[in-house]
C-alpha cells in the first residue's frame, strides 16, 4: 500500500492527468508529472513537473528516484521508458498491458483470444493486403493504423468507391505501416465501460455509458445507456473479463458498439482514465480518477453509486466560448483544462449536466 503523503507519479500532461492529480490532492498524495509538453493542464496542478523527453534518460532516472509509484494518462509513452522506469519503483499498468492495447492488432487479437466479439477484421501490411482484405470483408470498411490513431485519426473508410492502394498510401504516407481492415459496423450506439483493478485483483466497474461521436470525437456521453438492461449487463461482463485478463492495475476503459441486433462488439480500449468517464466526477461516489490513484496506491476501491443520471459534454475548439452561460446553469457542473490554445478539434473542457438539479430534458 501506498499510503497518503506519497507522490504518484504521472506519465503525460493532459487534462486526464490534471483531473488525477486534483483527485490524489484530495486524498493527500502529490503529484509530479513527467510531460514534453510545457505549461501543460497538468502541470498546473501538480506539485513538480518534469518537462522532457520520453526518451531521455537521466530525466527518468531521476523522476523514477522521486516518486512512489507511477501511472499514465496517454498510452503511447515508449515502452522502453516504463521498462527503465519499472526497474525503480512500481508502474501500473505496466508495460505488458500497454503492449496489448497501444497497438489494434494485438487488442483484437486478445479480445477474440478471450471469446468476445469485435467487428470481423485483418491485420494488414501492405496495399496487397487491403485489397485482399476488403475481398474477404467486403465495403464499407475502415482502414485503421495500428498504432498512434485516436478521436478518428489514422482511419480512413473505404467505400464502394475506394481505391485501397490509395487509401493505404494515404494512411502510411509512403512508410511502413502495420494496420488493420475492419467490417463497417452499423451500429444502434455506442457505449462504454470502465473498469477498476487493484493489484491484488478486486475489481469494480461504472455503469455502461453511450457516447455519441462528431466528427470522430467524443461529443456527449449520456449516463445511463439507453439499452436494454441485459445489453448493459453484457457489456460490463465483456470489460470486467478483458480487464481480468490482462491483469490491468488502474483503470480499463473497453469502448463498445451494439448492432442493430443487439450484439455487443468490442470496438478499442484503453488503460487509464476515458473521456466517457469525466461525469463520475460530478455523478458518482468515486470519480474514475479518485479510483485510479485509490486503485495504483493499493487503497480500498471505492463504491461506484450514482445519485442521479447525468449528460456530459464536451468543450471542444471554440464551444469553450459558452463558458460563462455554463458556469450560471443550474444542474451543469463546468470543468475547463486551463488550455491557453483555442484549436479546432482539441478537447478545451466539459460541462455534466445532472437530471433532477433543474436540469430534466436530456438525452
Ligand atoms: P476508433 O478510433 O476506433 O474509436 O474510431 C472512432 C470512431 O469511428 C468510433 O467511435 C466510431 O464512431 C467510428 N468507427 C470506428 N470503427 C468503426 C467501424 N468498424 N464501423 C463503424 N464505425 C466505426
Redesign the pocket.
Known sequence: MIPPGATLGMLGGGQLGRMTALAAARLGYRTHVFTPEPDSPCAQVCAEATVAEFTDHAALAAFAAAVDVVTLEWENVPPEALVMLAEHVPVRPGAGVLTVTRDRIHEKAFVNRLGIKT?PWRPVHSAADVDRAVGALGRPA?L?AARL????KG?VLLRADSDPTAAWHHLGGGNPLDAVV????D?AC?ISVIVARSPDGSQRGYPTVE?Q?EH?ILARTIVPARIAPAIAAEAENIAARIAEALGVVGLLAV?M?VTRDGQVLV??MAPRPHNSGHWTLDACATSQFEQLVRAVCGLPLGPTDRPCDAVMENLIGDQVGRWPELVAAPGARLHLYGKREVRAGRKLGHVTWLKGFGVEALG
Open positions: 467487428a475502415v485503421k490513431g485516436y478521436d478518428g482511419q475492419e467490417g463497417f459496423v451500429y455506442e457516447n461521436h470522430h469502448e458498439f470496438n478499442e
